[in-house]
T-cell receptor
Framework: TQLLEQSPQFLSIQEGENLTVYCNSSSVFSSLQWYRQEPGEGPVLLVTVVTGGEVKKLKRLTFQFGDARKDSSLHITAAQPGDTGLYLCAGVGSGTYKYIFGTGTRLKVLA | DTGVSQDPRHKITKRGQNVTFRCDPISEHNRLYWYRQTLGQGPEFLTYFQNEAQLEKSRLLSDRFSAERPKGSFSTLEIQRTEQGDSAMYLC?????????????FGEGSRLTVL
């Protein structure tokens, strides 16, 4: 069974601080995505990474896919209250379009 | 296009009753997914369709759960003989084959409360 463990589970920080969220698995994924979900809404895609070692930047967010394609990280620089939400990683294995979601990291950025 | 729509948004039922949720995906999307999510947790995979074919189904899903997508458009998820443990948000998502960006577009979910 493919599992994606995220850490930390909860994070409460002050505006302007930096943070990193981790997504780890013992399984290899052909691609990995990061989503953000706000209360009462469905998750919304932030980024997709497909190559081991790949780094993608989206404004203040930096995403990295592990060399072995088993893990990923999300780094936020100078967090803002608008970054508050539930961050989810999701992986898909080869030969399938079944997306497995991580356990989630709930981020709260205080003004 | 109005995106993925789910109905009803909220359902309260008594234990033992049957419930059915409907999902209308984005019109040109071939793949449709059902997930279950409890508060603060990540979505748990239930099943997915490509057109009308149900390609994968979670082994966590008991035989009380059934999903259909008869014409490859909308889908229904039925839960028979509901239990309190079924209380959750049921999320539907769709994605396209062409172009195959891999992005899942989610609806706002159907929240089920079993009393």
């Amino acid at each position: 069974t493919q599992l994606l463990e995220q850490s930390p589970q909860f994070l409460s920080i002050q505006e302007g601080e930096n943070l990193t969220v981790y997504c780890n698995s013992s399984s290899v994924f052909s691609s990995l995505q990061w989503y953000r979900q706000e209360p009462g809404e469905g998750p919304v895609l932030l980024v997709t990474v497909v190559t081991g070692g790949e780094v993608k930047k989206l404004k203040r967010l930096t995403f990295q896919f592990g060399d072995a394609r088993k893990d990923s990280s999300l780094h936020i620089t100078a967090a803002q209250p608008g970054d508050t939400g539930l961050y989810l990683c999701a992986g898909v294995g080869s030969g399938t379009y079944k997306y497995i979601f991580g356990t989630g990291t709930r981020l709260k950025v205080l003004a | 296009d109005t995106g993925v729509s789910q109905d009803p948004r909220h359902k309260i039922t008594k234990r033992g009753q049957n419930v059915t949720f409907r999902c209308d995906p984005i019109s040109e999307h071939n793949r449709l997914y059902w997930y279950r999510q409890t508060l603060g947790q990540g979505p748990e995979f239930l099943t997915y369709f490509q057109n009308e074919a149900q390609l994968e189904k979670s082994r966590l899903l008991s035989d009380r759960f059934s999903a259909e997508r008869p014409k490859g458009s909308f889908s229904t998820l039925e839960i028979q003989r509901t239990e309190q443990g079924d209380s959750a948000m049921y999320l539907c998502a769709s994605s396209s084959i062409e172009p195959n960006t891999g992005e899942l577009f989610f609806g706002e979910g159907s929240r089920l409360t079993v009393l």
